[in-house]
């Protein structure tokens, strides 16, 4: 038992303070404790999980902290580990302890013979007279593992952790590889984070790498980046190296920013005028591209006032005339593409666009001002938009592959949405239009391809029989002995005409007013619409239902079945008959 005293934790009604005493026996406390104990216990569990041990691989267990002097909490340990490694001492001066022995042996030798700890001068062991000239001197104490994941923030604030949580340090992590998500790009802003969130703004920000690249870097290059912690833990550095096309690779140049503030105000202020003179479609002039060289290469450097300058003149050069932006530039053409492809264009230059324009009159029917233009409405989420001027390209241009492979991407992807969101009105649509749309056959669309026998069974359940009908009559001319194609269209005709018989049977009759000039006289021709629909459903179903049966396959089947219910020979004449 233990007694528990609280003083002046209470108060009666004059507001005098009252003390509580009270004893409490170890079963009790024990069982107030339990729950979080065993917690205490899922956490060792999960520890030997996560670095594939088990209590069987564990040589010895040291009790730090007061907690663990609590006999429930020894004897649980104890039950996981054994009795014999579960090492108990004094927990309030193991710390201390350990930090004493680090200490003493960072300035010894350990000999490899008798493993006698020696002072870092000797050249033999004094116990056993080993030669110790070739033995290392210690390191300093080095950490332990990461308690969180170190990685960097991709598109969409995504955290792509490349050393996992549990790592020991210091370390130097493998290669990952990225890519490059657009031409000629000069740098790329890399912001490392150490967390477990998913989400990268969400975690702990440990710095920003600006990493250099050469010119006339393809879109796709990929870039292999490797960090390093220290025997703190702490991120002290980066490794990055460029893949090129042709196989060859080359150290590139990082460099960190932690914090300081000039440097940081200056590379955000670089980045939104990069964003913003992409939009203005003068971000491949001679003219921007020499300034921003220059102002890259005063901010690797340090160059505060030198950044500072070149950094000014962009901003001064951005807001000039497009017109006069662009007389560096050898294909104006492109740079108008460029610049009205953006759709980002403020309102009081739409007539200084106007006059471009007017200089390439042929501009809106180029298949690449519409193929830009169709990048720019995926950018704002404009999909339906971007695949009608994908169509057109294609309608006019077949060859145009970036066309086709664009809009089979962004086919597959709204009609996986569709698929997940279960709307089947809009992918019996998109299925529809992605076939008119997309040539068969070939390496670029085999993905949607793979949709087509799916197509009519959507329709279906899209309500649009009319579809699915027309699809597969129109494979059965392609193979009329196509079986399941026929047994398909008899199916669907026999049901989509019974069901228009039961709705007709619930409606009054739908009369159709129809009059035709016969002998230079008025005819009424009025029929009820529904029962002339019904027949011709009811006649479609019939013969191809007539179809199936008079196929050799059907009767086939019918004899081998009726021959084996009934064990009764049956003729090959007789069914002929």
């Not at 049901?495 to 409606?507: I, P, S, V």
Request: proline share 4%.
């Amino acid at each position: 038992e233990a007694e528990i005293i609280l003083t002046g934790i209470l108060e009666d009604k004059e507001r005098n303070l009252i003390d509580v005493c009270e004893e409490i026996t170890r079963e009790q406390f024990e069982k107030m404790i339990l729950p979080e104990v065993d917690k205490s216990m899922d956490l060792i569990h999960q520890s030997l999980e996560n670095s594939h041990l088990t209590p069987e691989d564990i040589h010895n267990v040291l009790l730090v902290g007061g907690s663990t002097l609590i006999p429930l909490i020894q004897r649980k340990i104890i039950d996981i580990f054994g009795k014999d490694k579960v090492l108990i001492s004094d927990p309030m001066t193991a710390v201390a302890k350990g930090a004493s022995i680090v200490a003493k042996r960072v300035k010894t030798i350990e000999c490899p013979n008798c493993k006698a700890e020696n002072p870092l001068e000797a050249q033999k062991c004094f116990s056993c007279g080993e030669n110790l000239e070739q033995v290392e001197p210690p390191d300093e104490l080095k950490g332990g593992v990461t308690l969180f994941h170190y990685g960097i923030q991709t598109i969409g604030d995504r955290f792509e952790p490349i050393i996992e949580k549990g790592t020991p340090y210091p370390i130097d992590s493998e290669p990952v590889e990225f890519f490059t998500i657009r031409d000629n790009a000069r740098r790329l802003k890399v912001v490392v984070y150490a967390g477990m969130d998913e989400v990268a703004s969400k975690n702990e920000k440990q710095g920003t790498l600006w990493i250099e690249l050469p010119p006339n870097v393809p879109k796709g290059t990929g870039v292999y980046l490797s960090l390093s912690l220290d025997s703190d833990g702490v991120w002290k550095g980066t490794k990055v190296k460029l893949v090129m096309e042709d196989g060859s690779s080359r150290e590139v140049t990082a460099y960190a920013s932690r914090g300081e503030k000039w440097r940081d105000m200056a590379e955000e202020r670089l980045e939104e005028l990069e964003k913003k003179c992409e939009e203005r479609g003068i971000i491949e002039t001679d003219r921007f591209q020499k300034l921003y060289n220059q102002a890259i290469e005063a901010l690797n450097k340090n160059d505060k006032q030198r950044a500072e300058s070149k950094i000014q003149e962009i901003e001064n050069n951005c807001g000039k005339n497009l017109e006069v932006m662009m007389i560096n530039s050898n294909n104006l053409q492109t740079r108008v593409l460029n610049q009205l492809a953006s759709c980002l264009v403020a309102a009081d230059r739409d007539r200084e666009i106007e006059q471009l324009i007017q200089k390439l009159p042929s501009i809106a029917d180029n298949p690449e001002f519409r193929y830009h233009k169709a990048i720019s409405l995926v950018k704002q989420d404009r999909i339906g938009d971007a695949l009608n001027e994908l169509r057109e390209i294609i309608k006019t241009k077949p060859e145009f592959e970036k066309a086709k492979k664009l809009a089979s991407h962004l086919y597959l992807h709204q009609i996986t949405l569709s698929i997940k969101e279960k709307d089947y009105d809009k992918l019996s649509f998109l299925l529809n239009e992605a076939f008119q749309t997309l040539p068969e056959d070939e390496e670029i669309t085999k993905e949607i391809s793979k949709y087509k026998d799916i197509f009519p069974i959507v329709s279906i359940k899209a309500g649009n029989r009319e579809k699915a009908a027309k699809y597969w009559e129109e494979k059965m001319i392609k193979n009329p002995h196509d079986q399941w194609t026929i047994y398909n269209l008899a199916l669907l005709y026999y049901w989509w005409a019974l069901g228009a018989e039961q709705d007709y049977g619930k409606q009054e009759k739908q009369v159709r007013k129809k009059y035709i000039m016969k002998n230079g006289k008025l005819v009424d021709q009025t029929t009820s619409g529904d029962l002339e629909e019904d027949t011709k459903l009811w006649r479609k179903a019939i013969a191809y239902w007539v179809m199936i049966i008079n196929s050799n396959n059907f009767w086939k089947e019918w004899k081998d079945f009726r021959e084996k219910s009934t064990g009764i020979k049956i003729n090959d004449k007789d069914i002929n008959d």
